[in-house]
């Protein structure tokens, strides 16, 4: 059975999370080996659709992939949407889109950053960005 949900809780270092079906029925495990798509875009809040198995621990989510905002599959939820209210016509990316751009970044310019220290400075970005608009969430 397809599934629809919101991730609520992914630790990148171990590869694992846990999915809130949006029918509202227990939360599903998820592991990082189950996804069709690139690890670096998953994060909380991001919405995927998956089937259900049993697994040795409960319900686990398989064959992950992700889904945009109109819930449409998609492979990538790169590129923003043009707000004009923003400021003129330039694309004003998601919250989830520059926390990719931003992880991308750091990782090409400093390799020696943990990952603890990649989310706590992508935090910093988003808050930023969030307060003055320059993305959407």
């Known amino acids: 059975m397809t599934v629809t949900g919101k991730v609520v809780r992914y630790d990148e270092l171990r590869g694992y999370g846990f999915v809130a079906p949006d029918s509202g029925s227990e939360d599903v495990f998820l592991h990082v080996n189950d996804l069709t798509f690139d690890k670096r875009l998953l994060a ?4 995927v659709q998956f089937c259900t198995e049993e697994g040795e621990r409960g319900l686990k989510a398989s064959e992950v992939r992700l889904v945009d905002r109109g819930g449409d599959e998609s ?14 016509d330039h694309d004003v990316l998601t919250a989830q889109d520059l926390r ?3 992880t991308e970044v750091l990782l090409l310019g400093s390799p020696l950053l943990t990952g603890q220290q990649i989310v706590e400075i992508r935090q910093g970005f988003i808050a930023l960005a969030l307060t003055h608009g320059w993305v959407s969430e």
């Not at 909380?44 to 919405?47: I, L, R």
């Not at 790169?78 to 004009?84: A, K, L, N, S, Y």
């Open 75 to 88: 492979s990538t939820p790169r590129g923003g949407t043009v707000h004009p209210e923003a400021g003129g």
């Open 44 to 47: 909380a809040g991001v919405h």
């Open 100 to 102: 990719d751009e931003v």
